[in-house]
């Protein structure tokens, strides 16, 4: 004899079932049934195997896999066993993931630290030093060149050599020229809005006037709303 499990497609299931009952020598039970899905067990003589497996193709029938010769209930204790192990694995998880949070925290720090110096050695590259002289290069805003010179001469008379560029097609390329906003004074505090997101390029649009409008809407409409 050949024992075979499997489901077939609900509405197909009388069909099949009356076409596997004409054959006689086969022994069919209904595991359990859904509307959309039966599950049965089937038993038959070896002999006509091959007639009984061309009516499982013929109504799209499925293996049942995963079988074991062990009792349900001995199943069952395995199942729930294997569960509480699961759920012991889960707590100690938990608390493996807690006690990581402290080590997140610090590798944050050492992101920021790390970050500084990659500034820090950044600068570096536009400090040129010697016995004698050093030389540093910066960006300011060209509305701040007055009062720079103004400090300057004030604080060094002839000691210090300036020069204002400005800046370079290349450098603008590379996005090397840093981005300071200008705005009215009823725009400027929108400005940290725009630079929460990112701040456009040295020679890109400020979306900030552009967007203040809908600002100005959708604050007082969250307003409106809390009261």
Not at 38 to 53: D, G, H, P, Y
Request: net charge negative; glycine share 4%; aromatic share 12%.
């Amino acid at each position: 004899t050949t024992f075979f499990a499997g489901s077939v497609e609900g509405p197909r299931w009388e069909d099949l079932a009356e076409a596997l009952r004409q054959l006689e020598e086969v022994h069919i039970e209904v595991i359990y049934s859904e509307p959309k899905k039966v599950n049965f067990s089937c038993l038959f003589l070896t002999a006509i195997e091959e007639q009984v497996f061309q009516l499982f193709h013929r109504y799209g029938v499925k293996k049942e896999t995963g079988l074991t010769s062990e009792s349900p209930k001995v199943v069952l204790q395995n199942a729930k066993q294997a569960l509480t192990s699961l759920t012991q694995q889960r707590k100690e998880l938990i608390t493996e993931i807690s006690q990581h949070k402290q080590r997140l925290i610090l590798l944050q720090q050492a992101e920021e630290l790390f970050l500084t110096r990659e500034n820090r050695a950044m600068m570096q590259q536009r400090l040129a030093a010697g016995q004698t002289f050093a030389l540093l290069r910066g960006w300011i805003a060209e509305k701040d060149q007055p009062l720079v010179a103004e400090m300057v001469q004030e604080s060094f008379a002839n000691e210090i050599y300036y020069l204002f560029e400005e800046p370079t097609a290349e450098e603008i390329a590379a996005n090397q020229v840093p981005t300071k906003l200008k705005n009215a004074s009823f725009i400027q505090p929108f400005e940290m809005l725009t630079e929460m997101y990112s701040l456009p390029k040295y020679d890109e649009i400020d979306p900030t006037p552009w967007m203040t409008p809908f600002y100005y809407v959708f604050f007082g409409m969250m307003v409106a709303d809390l009261g």
